[in-house]
């Protein structure tokens, strides 16, 4: 059976025909496998979804109890029928209950990745290589001169910084779900213990992380808190707010901004950050290159990002490769990143 | 190396300029000589080494990477010293290096990629940087020094070593050292400045010693810090830093009384300084200098032997035909030549129009307020007696009303034939003192209007360097009769004057509007009915043989945009040729 028999890209996303189903459909749709929480990948208004425990709960937080039809929990490793295809989910490593899915169809295997990460992430389980035939990679950070490094080096930066100005208050902008509370857990294993303020926008996914057994320590709304209590203080909030006039409540503000992005200097300066975080939820060019590899698979479907580099590197390793034109993914994060073209990464 | 590539990396994220002067004072009084001394000569442009031309850098990449991801890279990136920098493989290893036979498809990338693995990346990150045994990096001087002594053939070689051998932030600022072109944001005032705080000094005690201080500037450091003597300038014409003048808006005339203020033809030529004093020798120097102080006599060797009388002038450099000033396009033929041909300084007379004297003899002027300077300069132009030097006129006015009117056509206001190189007016106080920098107040431009018409937004590119995720970059056309009726024909290109507001609107626009992507281009809906029409305005028009539409405009940027306007009624290439005809006219009349 062809790959493009079994998956292919349609105007309201990923289409599964033999299956049934759209894997993280843009549009409304009667059944819809999805594979993470992110607001470009999970949308409201399906008839049906399958995803995890995790996924699910995220997308009731963010959209309340009637954001689909019905609902499916799967967990890591169960297999389930839909239609003519077999579907299986494996951690991504990308944020709490990210998922890849493999769908198989008669001796065909394909691997939608969605997001992931191949490095370490205290608050999710780590990516889970899946040998298959076709693996369809995103490329939010498919260019060689995206190489993150280790995220704990860049929470020392942080610390270092913070001890530089006590006087100061330190405004690390971050993505509301899962990166987040990724850095909230690499200050901890860095051995900071003072309470960490949260925007209010964070604050219920993070309560949900911590509902999931992942310990943040102490963490306390920055609503109401008096400006000179904030010297010497680390707040965590949405990117968008850290150059908002929201930012005058805190003393003198350092701004940090954790993101992947932050490799290049253009995309930091002109956001006013002053403190780069060099800080990922997706794979790095070394990490996308190492995973396609890896995989076994002979044919590459990119997606998101930069697609022309990592199609072009596959194919220079012998590989079939093809960017998948979907549209709706990264490029139009709407709901934290307004008038840029970031995703969340 | 790295501490210096450590302050280049803060310095270009620190937007406060009390906070960068505090970085760099920090780091001169950390770092001792002669690293300090070279990184401010490096932050002034002081360094004597020839530098590596890009086309290097990209060689040195190619020979390390595929030149596809390279390409992709460095659009995305848009500087060409981080994309480098950021993209830079280490070393092949040992293990690998038996490779001298050509393998299939050897992309150096392989390497990396693979041996990063997936699971476990933090715990054997062993092909990182890690544990290497590599040499330590090199120190500033060293590089410095080697790169002043190092032959052109060498150069490759050593780059690439030193590139193995410093990590990402190291890799960018040797490159930005070795390109000459920083770029972080700081000024060559500034890091004087910085360096003045060193010793509680004012930073115009140390332009003023500037000129005759060198790399490393051990004597410098030494008197700032208590060490040593002042050092004394003994080049007998020394640049003066310039003095710039603020653009004035309608809102500022309100406050200004025309009484207070002279005003001049502000001339579209090259600012410059011409210096001429006596050595101990008793012998005349004479050195021209660019509004930035580089030395340019070399350029113009037809103006040295005009400038027999030790002072300095400031005044701009035209061309001056049968006693005419030429158009700008005239004397940009003479610039950037890397031989000054007999041929060519007959073919375009180089002439120097005066504004100002900062100098007369030994006498330094700077102090006195401009008219009496102004008048100083009138004594001494008509004492040098020379036909390449003149003054530049005054122009007479006793209301603002009457120097718009002076303003809107200079032909009539005196400047007769020359009105075309006119750029508009300048304005000086009568007591201003000739000040480095941009000082608040003391001199103001009033350039003439523009040339203006609504073109259509047609296609649209990333920026680069700080816009680089922004597209930016705006070509722009006018509509023209078409085999199948009128369409749009691009006319020029535009990526500035707008706000940074008016950015993210187009921005937004060109993201919900492409209809194709070429690249790092989007094609931009343009059709009657539908697209963004751009309040283009520029200096000049010329014909252009490159362009379809036969037009090339000058200094094009973007003044309004006009999302009331449906793009039929943006404007028709035909406006464009009659102001193109004009301007001939003119210039044959």
């Known amino acids: ?345 | 190396m790295n501490r210096f590539a450590e302050l280049l990396d803060r310095l270009a994220y620190e937007p406060g300029r009390n906070n960068k002067l505090r970085l760099l004072a920090g780091y001169f009084r950390e770092v001792g000589d002669p690293d300090r001394g070279y990184a401010l000569a490096a932050l002034t442009g002081a360094l004597s080494f020839k530098h590596a031309k890009p086309a290097l850098i990209r060689d040195l990449i190619a020979s390390r990477t595929d030149e596809v991801l390279f390409g992709l890279s460095y659009d995305y990136v848009g500087d060409l010293s981080e994309t480098v920098a950021l993209m830079w493989p280490k070393a092949p290893t040992i293990s690998q290096s038996f490779q001298s036979h050509p393998s299939p498809q050897p992309s150096p990338l392989v390497g990396e990629g693979q041996g990063g693995g997936y699971s476990g990346r933090d715990a054997d990150e062993s092909p990182h940087a890690r544990h290497h045994n590599n040499p330590p990096p090199p120190t500033l001087t060293e590089v410095v020094t080697t790169l002043r002594t190092l032959g052109k053939t060498e150069l490759p070689k050593q780059l690439e070593r030193w590139l193995d051998e410093l990590d990402e932030t190291g890799r960018w600022a040797l490159l930005k050292l070795v390109t000459g072109a920083l770029r972080i944001g700081i000024s060559a005032r500034l890091a004087k400045t910085a360096a003045a705080a060193l010793g509680d000094k004012d930073p115009h005690e140390v332009e003023l010693i500037w000129p005759g201080l060198s790399p490393p500037y051990l004597d410098l450091f030494a008197w700032l810090e208590g060490r040593g003597d002042k050092p004394v300038n003994r080049d007998p014409a020394p640049f003066r830093p310039v003095m710039l003048a603020h653009a004035i808006e309608d809102s500022d005339f309100a406050a200004l009384d025309p009484a207070d203020y002279i005003a001049e033809w502000k001339w579209d030529g090259i600012r410059v300084q011409a210096v001429a004093g006596r050595d101990e020798l008793g012998r005349i120097t004479a050195r021209l200098y660019s509004r930035t102080g580089e030395d340019i006599t070399g350029s113009f060797p037809d103006l040295v032997p005009s400038l027999r009388l030790p002072g300095a002038i400031d005044g701009e450099l035209l061309i001056l035909r049968e006693g005419r000033v030429q158009s700008f396009n005239v004397l940009q033929q003479r610039l950037n030549r890397k031989v000054v041909s007999p041929k060519l300084i007959k073919a375009f007379p180089i002439h120097l129009r005066a504004y100002d004297l900062l100098g007369d003899d030994e006498n330094d002027l700077r102090e006195l307020p401009f008219a009496e300077r102004r008048e100083r300069l009138e004594t001494f132009i008509g004492k040098l007696g020379d036909p390449r030097i003149d003054l530049s006129p005054t122009v007479s006015f006793a209301s603002w009303a009457a120097l718009t009117a002076a303003r809107a056509d200079p032909a009539s206001a005196g400047a007769g034939e020359d009105a075309d190189a006119v750029e508009g007016v300048m304005l000086k106080r009568r007591d201003a003192p000739y000040l480095p920098g941009r000082p608040k107040g003391q001199w103001w431009k009033w350039k003439r209007d523009p040339h203006i018409i609504d073109a259509v937004l047609m296609y649209a590119q990333r920026g680069h360097g700080k816009r680089s995720s922004y597209y930016s970059d705006y070509t722009f056309g006018v509509w023209t009769a078409g085999a199948g009726g009128d369409e749009l024909v691009p006319v020029g290109k535009a990526y500035f004057g707008f706000t940074d507001e008016e950015l993210l609107q187009i921005d937004r626009f060109v993201r919900r509007n492409t209809t194709e992507k070429f690249g790092p281009v989007r094609h931009v809906v343009h059709e009657p009915e539908q697209g963004l029409v751009l309040e283009v305005a520029f200096e000049g028009l010329q014909r252009s043989p490159r362009h379809k539409s036969g037009v090339a405009m000058r200094f094009p940027r973007i003044s309004r945009l006009r999302w009331d306007k449906p793009p039929r009624e943006a404007d028709r290439l035909e406006t464009l040729e009659r102001m193109l005809k004009a301007e001939t006219v003119e210039v044959e009349a």
Not at chain 1, 160 to 166: D, E, G, K, R, Y
Not at chain 1, 178 to 186: C, E, M, N, P, S
Not at chain 1, 243 to 248: N, V
């Open chain 1, 1 to 345: 059976m062809r790959p493009q028999d079994i998956l292919l890209p349609a105007a309201a996303g990923l289409c599964c025909k033999p299956g049934g189903f759209h894997i993280d459909p843009v549009r409304p749709v009667e059944r819809a496998v999805i594979t993470h929480g992110h607001s470009d990948h999970a949308r409201a208004g399906h008839g049906a979804v399958l995803a995890t425990q995790e996924t699910l709960d995220m997308m009731r937080l963010r959209y309340g109890e009637n954001f689909a039809g019905s609902t499916q929990a799967i967990r890591y490793g169960e297999e389930i029928r839909l239609g003519e295809t077999c579907v299986k989910f494996h951690p991504a490593g990308h944020v709490l209950g990210s998922a890849q899915i493999a769908v198989t169809c008669k001796d065909t295997c394909i691997v939608a990745s969605g997001d992931y990460k191949d490095a370490p992430d205290p608050t999710c389980t780590p990516f889970e290589l899946v040998p298959c035939d076709v693996f369809i990679t995103e490329a939010t950070f498919g260019l060689p001169v995206f190489r993150h490094g280790d995220a704990a080096d860049e929470v020392e930066k942080l610390l270092a910084s913070v001890v530089l100005f006590p006087e100061r208050a330190h405004l690390v902008g971050a993505y509301s779900l899962g990166k987040a509370q990724r850095v909230i857990k690499l200050l901890r294993q860095a051995g900071y213990d003072a309470p960490i303020y949260l925007h209010g926008a964070m604050e219920t996914i993070t309560a949900y992380y911590q509902s999931r057994g992942i310990d943040l320590g102490e963490l306390r709304p920055v609503k109401d808190v008096k400006k000179g209590a904030l010297a010497g203080t680390i707040t965590l909030a949405p990117p968008s707010a850290t150059s908002d006039l929201w930012t005058r409540r805190f003393p003198d503000p350092v701004t940090a901004f954790a993101s992947g992005w932050m490799r290049v200097r253009a995309r930091a300066r002109q956001r006013g950050v002053e403190l780069p975080l060099v800080i990922s939820d997706h794979a790095d060019w070394d990490g996308l290159t190492a995973t396609i590899g890896a995989t076994g698979a002979g044919e590459i479907w990119v997606t998101h990002g930069q697609e022309d580099a990592l199609v072009h590197w596959c194919r220079s390793q012998g590989l079939k490769a093809q960017p998948l034109d979907l549209v709706g993914y990264g490029d139009e994060e709407e709901s934290e990143a307004p008038a840029s073209d970031e995703a969340e990464a």
